[in-house]
């Protein structure tokens, strides 16, 4: 699969957790069902998704940097490291493809903490509140972003 046709899901802290923490704001799905779910979306668009999940912000930086070279896009749910990672904003400010942050609750609705994005500043956008159908919106707007280069970068 070429860089041009591959999506990366990055998966922060506790996600692996999903399907039994805190349903009403994460809903039932496993991470699993949603990478799947990812997957079927961009698989109609002709787009390849490589999924990965890690608690640790560092394994997180990490896939980041390597999808420089191996990816057009990428899909981010960083759990809570989005209200505090200015690493994870470095890394994703060096990343020149598509990106899209994904949250399944919506954080402005929920505690204060929850309203600051460290990454907002340098995606392309953010879908926010619409639980897994989120990450289809998501890969839509990498699919629409892709194909219309002219569309404003982050
Ligand atoms: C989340 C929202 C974050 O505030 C939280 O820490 C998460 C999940 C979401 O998908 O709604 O772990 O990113």
Same mark, same amino acid.
């Given at each position: 699969?070429?860089? @041009?046709?591959?999506?990366?899901?990055?998966?922060?802290?506790?996600?692996?957790?999903?399907?039994?923490?805190? &349903? !009403?704001?994460?809903?039932?799905?496993?991470?699993?069902?949603?990478?799947? !779910?990812?997957?079927?979306?961009?698989?109609?668009?002709?787009?390849?998704? !490589?999924?990965? @999940?890690?608690?640790?912000?560092?394994?997180?930086?990490?896939?980041?940097?390597?999808?420089? @070279?191996?990816?057009?896009?990428?899909?981010?749910?960083? *759990?809570?490291?989005?209200?505090?990672?200015?690493?994870?904003h470095d890394a994703l400010e060096a990343f020149a493809g598509v990106k899209v942050e994904v949250h399944l609750?919506? &954080? #402005?609705?929920?505690?204060? =903490? !929850?309203? /600051?994005?460290?990454?907002?500043?340098? /995606?392309?956008?953010? /879908? #926010?509140? =619409? *639980?897994?159908?989120?990450?289809?919106? #998501?890969?839509?707007?990498?699919?629409?972003?892709?194909?219309?280069? *002219?569309? &404003?970068?982050?």
């Amino acid at each position: 699969m070429s860089a @041009q046709r591959e999506i990366l899901l990055v998966s922060g802290p506790n996600l692996d957790l999903l399907g039994e923490r805190d &349903p !009403r704001h994460y809903g039932t799905a496993t991470l699993d069902e949603i990478v799947e !779910r990812t997957r079927r979306r961009a698989a109609a668009a002709g787009l390849a998704v !490589r999924h990965v @999940q890690s608690n640790a912000e560092s394994v997180l930086i990490e896939a980041v940097h390597e999808a420089r @070279q191996t990816a057009a896009a990428l899909i981010i749910n960083a *759990g809570a490291l989005t209200h505090s990672s200015w690493a994870l904003h470095d890394a994703l400010e060096a990343f020149a493809g598509v990106k899209v942050e994904v949250h399944l609750s919506n &954080p #402005a609705a929920r505690e204060g =903490f !929850r309203h /600051v994005s460290t990454l907002a500043g340098v /995606v392309n956008g953010t /879908v #926010a509140g =619409f *639980g897994p159908l989120g990450y289809d919106l #998501a890969v839509d707007a990498v699919v629409a972003l892709l194909g219309a280069p *002219g569309m &404003p970068a982050a």
